[in-house]
Every structure is written in structure tokens, then in C-alpha cells.
T-cell receptor
Framework: GDSVTQMEGPVTLSEEAFLTINCTYT??????LFWYVQYPGEGLQLLLK?????DKGSNKGFEATYRKETTSFHLEKGSVQVSDSAVYFC??????????????FGEGTQLTVNP | EAGVAQSPRYKIIEKRQSVAFWCNPI?????LYWYQQILGQGPKLLIQ????????DSQLPKDRFSAERLKGVDSTLKIQPAKLEDSAVYLC????????????FGPGTRLTVT
């Protein structure tokens, strides 16, 4: 079945450090890939997406490139801020005519950024 | 526009009791999802509705979980009877259509079964 594997957390960084959170996937077919973010006490929010190979999603200084050859979608940010502290989830979706559009999530990576 | 609303936000029950969660999606959104998020894990889809019809309930434990969306708007998820392993956050999400890329999530209901 479809699955997503994220790097083990938690991740602790100092402000302005470079961030990478690794994400790899296994899927039958051609998935769309997503990063969701969950701030403390809030619901999940879509951070960025990529719908086909070599697409780069970007938002709020975060980027991720859909690499079909390595089945990866690593999240990066050049300079993190304290306000980026949250849990980050990598997810995939494959559209199926008979079963809709289920999101399959990774286990999440807790990021803490210290001043 | 108003986001996805869920209630209650927190619930504590004893095992073998029953519990129900309510979700009101964003106005006009045809597709509604219920996810279960166990502590330390990513959300797992329980059931997907398109209007008032079920599209995917393959991961719903049907012996104890049920869900309905009778008028194609708000939805209720029920657990009867609850087990300790049902302790989790139950998330509701909605999207304009089943093929939409973005799902909008509510704040969730945190259930603790003792």
C-alpha cells in the first residue's frame, strides 16, 4: 500500500539555521505530494504541494521538490524562525475513481527553534 | 469565511462508554473527511463523504465506529463502545470537491479513554 516515511524527530535548531526534514514515499501510480504544518493548539494547514515530478512547491520560505527518481519530497528552509516551531507532516494523495482522494500522512516531525 | 468547526474540543470517557463528535464543514464544501490521529503518529483517514454518500470507509472499524452526514452538511462520528486504544485526536476536514488538492482541517477533538 501507499506509505510515507519521515525523518525521525524531534529536531531542535537555533534561529537562522538551515532546515531539512526528509520525506520519502512508496506509492502505486503517480501521487501528489504535500507538506502540512500543525502549530500548537491549531489544526493542520497546507504548507505547500507538488503535483508532478520535478515540481517545486514553495510557501513562507519553505521549499520542497518532487523527486520521482528517489521517491522523495524533502522540506527545506534557509533560515528558520522561532515562529516556525510546529509539527510538520509529509503526505501523499493518489486520486482513485472509486475511492476518492485519501491523504496518507507520515508520522510527523516536531521542530523546535530556539532564539 | 468560517473554518471547519468541531465539538467538543476535549472528551474524557471510560472504556465501554459511547461518545459522539460533531463536525460542521466550510459552507459549500461537498467532501468531508474524518481522520484519527494517535499521539506521535500522522492522521489516518477513517471515512470520506461526498455530499451525503460514503466514498471510502475502508479504514473505519465498523464494529464500533459509525458516521453519518445525513443532509450533506454537518457530520457526526460515533464510537460505541470505546476502547483504550481509541484515545486520539479526531480531525474533521472538508474540501470543495473530492478532486480538490487542499483539505481544510478543523481543530480536532481530543478523546481520552480511561
Amino acid at each position: 500500500g501507499d506509505s510515507v516515511t519521515q525523518m525521525e524527530g524531534p529536531v531542535t535548531l537555533s534561529e537562522e539555521a538551515f532546515l531539512t526534514i526528509n520525506c520519502t514515499y512508496t506509492a502505486t501510480g503517480y501521487p501528489s505530494l504535500f507538506w502540512y504544518v500543525q502549530y500548537p493548539g491549531e489544526g493542520l494547514q497546507l504548507l505547500l504541494k507538488a503535483t508532478k515530478a520535478d515540481d517545486k512547491g514553495s510557501n513562507k520560505g519553505f521549499e520542497a521538490t518532487y523527486r520521482k527518481e528517489t521517491t522523495s519530497f524533502h522540506l527545506e528552509k534557509g533560515s528558520v524562525q522561532v515562529s516556525d516551531s510546529a509539527v510538520y507532516f509529509c503526505a501523499l494523495r493518489i486520486f482513485k475513481e472509486t475511492s476518492g482522494s485519501r491523504l496518507t500522512f507520515g508520522e510527523g516531525t516536531q521542530l523546535t527553534v530556539n532564539p | 469565511e468560517a473554518g471547519v468547526a468541531q465539538s467538543p474540543r476535549y472528551k474524557i470517557i471510560e472504556k465501554r462508554q459511547s461518545v459522539a463528535f460533531w463536525c460542521n464543514p466550510i459552507s459549500g464544501h461537498a467532501t468531508l473527511y474524518w481522520y484519527q490521529q494517535i499521539l506521535g503518529q500522522g492522521p489516518k483517514l477513517l471515512i470520506q463523504f461526498q455530499n451525503n454518500g460514503v466514498v471510502d470507509d475502508s479504514q473505519l472499524p465498523k464494529d464500533r465506529f459509525s458516521a453519518e452526514r445525513l443532509k450533506g452538511v454537518d457530520s457526526t462520528l460515533k464510537i460505541q463502545p470505546a476502547k483504550l486504544e481509541d484515545s486520539a485526536v479526531y480531525l474533521c476536514a472538508s474540501s470543495p470537491a473530492w478532486y480538490s488538492y487542499e483539505q481544510y482541517f478543523g481543530p480536532g477533538t481530543r478523546l481520552t479513554v480511561t
